[in-house]
């Protein structure tokens, strides 16, 4: 078992004196702290002499006795197969989980179940994602609520009982033995031991290790429970239960005796050194319920990131048909992972500026232009000015957003004058330097703000443009033009029906606008 020396905790004992005593010892030098250390050697010595049922030392020639590693060889028989198991078993989060629930009542069981993936995953295939967070926030509420201080306190000491098992079996009895055997074999119960004595000074360590985590095995412990959850854990019987009662029953005794820490004392000669038990305080229902919450939300997250892929995928279909789109230059996902190396943002939107770029230049700039501005705007005559004047305006701004995300994107170019700054701030930036790296994410995030700004522009424009379309299509079914009033004469102009035209580039700009929301939220 590993071991910290300098972390070893040994405490000095003082006696309280009262006056008759302290005048005593002025005049029989009974104060005198070598005398008092010496006097309660003498008796440390005497009480292992006397000691009839654990032959364990002979203080005489400082010898350590046979008679203790057989006792640490009957330990190391019983536990040796559960040292095995257990090789991985301290601080695994699936045991904490194990026991935790070995606590839990039917319907608490039936309240984590919900949080369970596929669960979710289920339940999001029918609902909102919004509401299904909603109602699992609540839950977990609920869920959180049930785990009363009684049974906190419960699953906490069962715990703590769990790894006082764990690292008493861990503790390495095979090379405390072949101290006393150098031809002991591990784990072979076939093998005959011979041991034979040996020097005190050569396991006072070994005995301040077992010191330190004998004291932990509680004998009043529901030791049912914690071996059946050991087994729920491997899947095997980690350990006879029978063997293992007998082993606390005589681990219990000597360390109550005291005279492996007599033997300790005597060899090292202090008298007043204590081990601390190193007895396990874990607290593990919080974090628990810290980590179930995390992968809930967690799994929430990759829900809605999937149902939001799905959606941009459809929209994209729909509006682009099966074509990659890819139509910035620069400001691209592959051009920012040069600023992610350093840490830094790099560009945010790549997406929808792709998307907006081949929306506006490949189709509002041909078919949106050839209706909008040659057929409606330039031909048509409009019973309110104001309605034209709307959408002429609209039209104009998104035809000149179209010219400016040219612009924005050719700047990031390695000679454009957004691209070399950001180079020369990124030449600038090294290792934990904060402030080269603070002014590289500046720029960074005024390109991304333009970019932004771009797109909450144009969306608001091309919605200007949808709406007073729709208002255009509806107006083309009734008897008595409200809008327009020569759409007999607009016919003409286009080779197939206008109001189709109309409908298509209406729903068209409407998947457009739904796709730039999956984006910003604020179009």
Not at 64 to 87: C, D, M, N, S
Not at 278 to 291: D, F, R
Request: include cysteine.
């Amino acid at each position: 078992m590993d071991r910290r020396k300098a972390e070893r905790v040994v405490r000095v004992h003082k006696e309280p004196q009262g006056v008759f005593e302290k005048l005593l010892a002025l005049v029989t030098n009974q104060d005198d702290p070598e005398r008092k250390k010496r006097r309660l050697l003498k008796g440390i010595r005497r009480d292992l002499n006397k000691n009839r049922r654990y032959k364990f030392y002979k203080p005489r020639g400082n010898e350590v006795q046979p008679g203790l590693a057989r006792f640490i060889h009957e330990i190391y028989k019983a536990v040796v197969p559960a040292k095995t198991i257990l090789r991985n078993a301290a601080g695994s989060k699936a045991l904490q989980s194990i026991v935790i629930e070995n606590f839990m009542s039917k319907e608490q069981t039936g309240m984590l179940a919900q949080f369970a993936e596929d669960r979710i995953g289920e339940a999001g295939e029918r609902s909102d994602i919004r509401e299904l967070s909603g109602e699992l926030r609540q839950a977990m509420v609920d869920f959180f609520a049930s785990f009363d201080n009684v049974t906190v306190k419960q699953i906490n000491a069962t715990y703590n009982t769990v790894r006082s098992f764990v690292h008493f079996v861990g503790f390495d009895f095979y090379l405390l033995l072949k101290k006393f055997d150098p031809g002991i074999t591990e784990a072979n119960p076939s093998y005959k031991p011979s041991f034979q004595a040996i020097g005190g000074e050569s396991i006072t360590d070994d005995l301040k290790d077992f010191l330190e985590i004998a004291p932990a095995i509680d004998k009043s412990a529901d030791w049912d429970r914690v071996l059946g959850i050991l087994q729920q854990y491997r899947g095997i019987e980690v350990i006879s239960r029978a063997a293992w009662k007998k082993v606390m029953n005589s681990v219990t005794d000597v360390v109550q005796s005291e005279v492996l820490l007599k033997i300790v004392r005597y060899v090292e000669q202090d008298p007043f050194l204590v081990v601390e038990p190193n007895v396990p305080q874990e607290h593990i229902v919080e974090p628990y319920l810290n980590a179930v919450k995390t992968t809930t939300e967690a799994t929430i997250q990759k829900l809605s990131a999937e149902r939001r892929e799905r959606k941009v995928q459809q929209l994209s279909h729909k509006i682009f048909g099966n074509t990659t789109v890819l139509r910035t230059k620069y400001y691209t996902e592959a051009a920012s992972q040069v600023y992610a190396k350093r840490h830094a943002s790099g560009y945010t939107l790549t997406a929808p500026m792709s998307y907006l770029k081949a929306f506006l230049v490949d189709y509002c700039k041909k078919d949106v232009r050839e209706l909008v501005r040659d057929v409606l705007l330039v031909r048509g005559r409009w019973a309110a000015t104001v309605t034209s004047h709307q959408l002429s305006e609209a039209f104009h701004e998104t035809m000149a957003l179209a010219d400016q995300i040219l612009e924005f994107d050719n700047s990031l170019a390695d000679d454009g004058e957004r691209g070399a700054k950001l180079r020369k701030a990124l030449g600038r930036t090294v290792e934990r330097d904060q402030k080269s790296l603070k002014l590289l994410q500046d720029q960074l995030s005024e390109v991304n703000q333009t970019a932004h700004e771009i797109i909450v522009k144009s969306a608001q424009h091309l919605t200007t443009i949808g709406k007073i379309l729709r208002a255009v299509i509806e107006d083309a079914d009734r008897q008595e033009s409200e809008l327009i009033v020569n759409w007999r004469e607009l016919q003409g102009y286009v080779a197939d029906p206008l109001k189709n035209r109309l409908t298509e580039i209406h729903r068209q700009i409407y998947y457009f606008v739904e796709l730039m929301r999956i984006y910003v939220k604020t179009v």
